[in-house]
């Protein structure tokens, strides 16, 4: 992570104030008799290179702090010397621990800038007493006032700099989180033009499908490719209807175990095509949740063709409906390999996909926990006790209750996935 403030301007910032703090320093301090010379000169530019080095340190490896500390604890002993040599204790040019002290809360962490700040207060209390005269009240003040000089600076230099570098990681994030929600906001615009064009060609392929799938002179066989033609076409325009009408769509009581049948019904196809086999858990009682339109079958959906994709050898896939307290647990177990590590963090973000070789543009899940989210509940991801990913979507639960009939989609018939 880099520790400067603001990025690459920042940078330019510490830089051109340190010059001016140094030359004005060293332009102040030219009358001072106690100055030696042309030693100390040499010392101010040697301290101006090592605050450089440790500034160059952190902008080249930001991840490793130890090169900037070790640059600034040679500030610090270098500081030391100008001070012997300008007067020892009497010398106002004690001030120049206030740099290290400054880079180090700018650059670093706090914990090096409280051993900077506790080194420079040790340094000026050892120099006082080294000298060797009698310690009195006047030296007692003016070390207690070095002391909370330079404890005061440290303090609020780190204040100011941590507050600074969370704004702007807070600015960062925000923008980070606009770019996403405008990539949405495009892909929205396309796609509710695309919702709207869907209807036309899905009531054509419902009608052809639903006169085939009752024309008794077909084979059998044909008239069941029919009525799993047409299922997934009801499903579908449920879908489009659904995307269509999100805002007005009324909230109705259902099994839960409903929903899980009604999904693997428009996944049996695909899954035996995968070689992918589907077991069911329901508890002994029935668990009832209410849900909007076909939403919740597409959130199963797509967390099965997920865990699908996730075995191109085949697999197993568990589905499964639990009580959690007066909340109902809908959850997607395989076997495959979980989800990628690195993967993890950003997994329910816009735009983040595992499957960017086979077209995944990564907005299902993201768009599957917003749906649960609308529910009321929350979508969360795992490790599977199968080894693979486990996703549990939890929901409030509802008391059985008669809802508003579904429509056409309400006569989807559960179906058997393969074995």
Known sequence: ???????????????????????????????????VLPECLWLFLVL??????????????????????????????????????????????????????FSAAILLGGRETAWIAAGAVLTNAAGLFAEGHAFGAADAFALVLKTSILAGAAAATWSLSKSEREAGARAARQRDEIERLEGVAVVAAGGAGAVHDLGAPLTVILGYASLRHEDETL??????????????????????????????????????????????????????????????EFPPETCFLRAKGRELERVLVNLIGNAAKAMPGGGRISVSVALAGPRVVLSVDDDGPGIPTELLPRLFTPFATGHAKEGGVGLGLYLCREIARRHGGDLTVGRSPRGGARFEMTLPGAAAAEGPPLGSAGSLKPATAAA
């Open 48 to 101: 101006l290179a090592t605050s450089l080095a440790a500034s160059l340190a952190v902008r080249l490896r930001p991840e490793r702090p130890l090169p900037a500390a070790l640059a600034l604890v040679a500030s610090f002993i270098v500081v030391a010397a100008i001070q012997s040599q300008s007067g020892g204790s009497a010398s106002d040019l004690w001030v120049l621990y206030l740099l290290p002290i």
């Open 1 to 35: 992570m880099n520790r400067i403030l603001g990025g690459g301007r920042a940078y330019g910032r510490y830089e051109a104030a340190l010059g001016v703090a140094l030359a004005s320093l060293a332009f102040l301090s030219k009358d001072n008799p106690q100055l």
């Open 219 to 280: 084979p059998q066989a044909v008239r069941e490719d029919m009525a799993r033609i047409e299922r997934s076409a009801q499903y579908c325009q449920e879908l489009v209807r659904g995307l269509m009408t999100s805002r007005d769509a009324a909230m109705i009581t259902r099994s839960a175990s409903e929903v899980v049948e009604s999904a693997l019904s428009l996944c049996e196809d695909p899954l035996r095509a995968r070689k992918v086999g589907i077991s069911r």
